[in-house]
């Protein structure tokens, strides 16, 4: 078998062609150097089995390309490569235009003179012609591509096309990348696709592409734009594209602004998760779901493995296994690619999908915040309470936060469930103090998050309200497809008291706060005799809430407590208004509105949004309440 190619006129100065690749450098004066190349390679001057290679790509063969090639050659067919973009008759004729390769005029006489043929235009495939292998020499379909090469310019896709169908050759082909990828590297920036020589032009003519598609289609009978007229611009090379980008579609900035696809993509490890039977699936959205194969495999889903090496860097912990494609969508997509993180086990609507997409279109950088508005410490209950976290894992992270000068004081309280991120540069140094910061004692994302948005600097546009979003993130069907627990860090367990955990919770905080400087003593205490009465407990004699018994533990963030007495923050409101200390109207809300933001941020909340201009005061302490006995004293979900 001989593999041979072509390096004419010097084309490659420094070829680097294996040794058992021939090199042919004399070839017959057409006139036209690349022409001249081109005969040998369509006529072939080999009759037994050949391989022809371009001499720009050469010096990536290997014994991997040789083996595969002997497999081909030994099937019997004359075999070649389906270009990866598909391209359709317009799309080819557009790209040889636009990219200078050929004179328009070239284009329109060839598909002229083609239309007085038998040829399809309609069933036009796109062939790559850098490999070709021949088991043995069709001299018949040969001759006729070179007849049909000499009419137009000096890309030889379009005659090739021409000539098979013509030829009714008979054929294997195979998928370009996939074949590629056996010796070599066919990814959108691999280096299979960077020439070792400068693209030839035959023309600068600023040309109308819309015009002169619009002719061809009057001569081509293609009338159907949308289905045979695909353009964009590449966002990793800038360069003009044209066709179909396959599953790198999210890697074209598409001139239709309807084909300018998203990715929707999730992580499910485990079984965890089931993706859900009744989803929305937008046509024009690409879904991803990365996984280790422990997964039911339905939907829409490509199903892709997460990478090797992230198995050692968290040392088996499912948790973490599945965060690293949300943590990472940088190492996972090229830049350019517009991305919506969403848990695995929610239910996709439309209205969501199309928020998404609006979303994606104004900003680069979007997370929801939580009603809320943890602090810091806030946070750090609900991972220490909820059983995620051991104390341990949490007083490592204060520590490593320390050390780079974290402000705990300055925690945004994000909701990360759902994030909608396009990739690029700026946002890399982000995700990697995510990624890293994540995996340092909780595995909890929200506070590593909160870190890496201090550390650099990074702009994020925020929701305000979840419930705008078109998804359903906190009703009791909500989950419905998670199908158990994650492993669960903790100690607590259905033995458990809720006093217990507050008491727990009490000492880590205690512990942490010279630290953290945030000071919410008030939060937790010990209630004293006749102190404080409990809504969770009716005392039928008094027809009347029951008082706490002396020594329980008690949490409230609504509630100021002093060395004297305790107040609620709308009883602090109610006192300031009765010793006069009022701004602007007493009958408007600006009064309350004013104290309240006031007051919710000597708690340590920050950034408060417009829902708490009025009286509105988020009671988390039930909430909190609720989430410890629902995740331990009184599991709900599935367990492991």
């Known amino acids: ?87 359709s008759y317009l799309e080819e004729c557009a790209e040889y235009v636009k990219r200078g390769w050929v004179d328009p005029d070239d284009v329109l006489k060839f598909t002229i003179e083609l239309a007085d043929s038998t040829f399809d235009f309609e069933k ?51 998928y370009s990348r996939d074949i590629i990828n056996k010796f070599s590297d066919a990814s959108p920036e691999g280096e299979w696709w960077n020439n070792r020589s400068g693209d030839y032009v035959y023309h600068e003519e600023d040309v109308d592409v819309v015009e002169f598609v619009d002719f061809l289609t009057q001569v081509t009978g293609l009338y159907d734009w949308k289905k045979y007229f695909r353009s964009g611009t590449d966002r990793i090379t800038s360069q003009p594209f044209f066709g179909d980008a396959g599953v790198y579609s999210y890697a074209i900035e598409w001139d239709n602004p309807e084909m300018d696809q998203i990715i929707i993509y999730t992580s499910i490890t485990n079984y965890y998760d089931t993706i859900p039977d009744d989803m929305y699936y937008d046509p024009d959205v690409k879904y991803v779901c990365f996984t280790d194969g422990k997964v039911e495999k339905k939907g829409a889903w490509e199903f892709r493995d997460i990478p090797d090496f992230v198995y050692d860097e968290v040392d088996g912990d499912p948790r973490r296994l599945s965060a690293f494609a949300k943590l990472c969508p940088h190492k996972l997509f090229p830049d350019g690619t517009k991305t919506v993180w969403l848990d695995g086990c929610y239910v996709h609507t439309k209205e969501w999908v199309d928020k998404s997409k609006a979303v994606l279109k104004e900003v680069p950088l979007t997370h929801m915040l939580h009603p809320h508005r943890f602090t810091f410490h806030n946070e750090v209950m609900e991972g220490f309470g909820a059983n995620f976290n051991t104390r341990e894992q949490f007083i490592e992270l204060v520590d490593a936060l320390r050390e780079v000068d974290y402000d705990f004081k300055q925690y945004c309280s994000p909701v990360l469930t759902c994030l909608w991120r396009q990739v690029d540069y700026e946002m890399k140094e982000f995700h990697d103090l995510w990624w890293k910061y994540s995996k340092i004692g909780s595995n909890r994302d929200q506070i590593s998050f909160d870190c890496a948005r201090q550390l650099t600097g990074l702009k994020w546009s925020r929701i305000h309200n979840w419930e705008t979003i078109g998804i359903d993130l906190t009703s009791p069907k909500s989950k419905v497809a998670r199908n158990k627990r994650h492993p669960q860090a903790g100690h607590f367990d259905e033995n458990s008291t809720y006093d217990q955990i507050l008491e727990e919770c009490y000492d880590l905080l205690k512990e942490i706060r010279p630290y953290t400087g945030i000071e919410d003593e008030h939060q937790i205490w010990r209630v004293g005799w006749n102190e404080l009465k409990d809504p969770d407990t009716w005392d039928r004699a008094l027809q009347s809430p029951a008082w706490m018994p002396e020594g329980s533990w008690w949490y409230d963030p609504t509630t100021i407590k002093t060395t004297h007495s305790k107040y609620s923050i709308q009883d602090k409101i109610n006192m300031i208004f009765d010793k006069g200390f009022q701004l602007g109207n007493r009958d408007s809300n600006k009064n309350n509105s004013f104290w309240v933001r006031r007051l919710k941020r000597s708690l340590g909340l920050v950034d408060l949004p417009p829902e708490l201009y009025d009286m509105h005061v988020w009671d988390w302490g039930w909430s909190f309440r609720e989430y410890v006995r629902s995740n331990v004293l009184r599991p709900k979900l599935p367990k492991t």
């Open 1 to 87: 078998m001989i593999y041979y190619t072509i390096n004419s006129n010097n084309y490659i100065k420094d070829l680097q062609a294996p040794e058992w690749v021939q090199v042919i450098t004399e070839v017959e004066d057409l006139g036209d150097p690349i022409r001249s190349s081109r005969k040998d390679k369509i006529l072939c001057p080999f009759d037994g089995p050949s391989v022809y290679i371009d001499a720009s790509k050469v010096h990536l063969l290997n014994d991997d390309f040789k083996k595969i090639s002997e497999e081909i050659i030994g099937r019997g067919n004359f075999t070649y490569m389906e270009h990866p973009h598909k391209h």
């Open 124 to 174: 036009y495939f796109s062939p790559l012609c850098t490999i070709i292998w021949r088991s043995w020499n069709d001299h018949e379909f040969n001759n006729m591509w070179w007849e049909w090469y000499n009419k137009g310019g000096v890309r030889d896709q379009l005659s090739f096309a021409v000539a098979y169908q013509l030829c009714a050759q008979k054929s294997d082909t195979v």
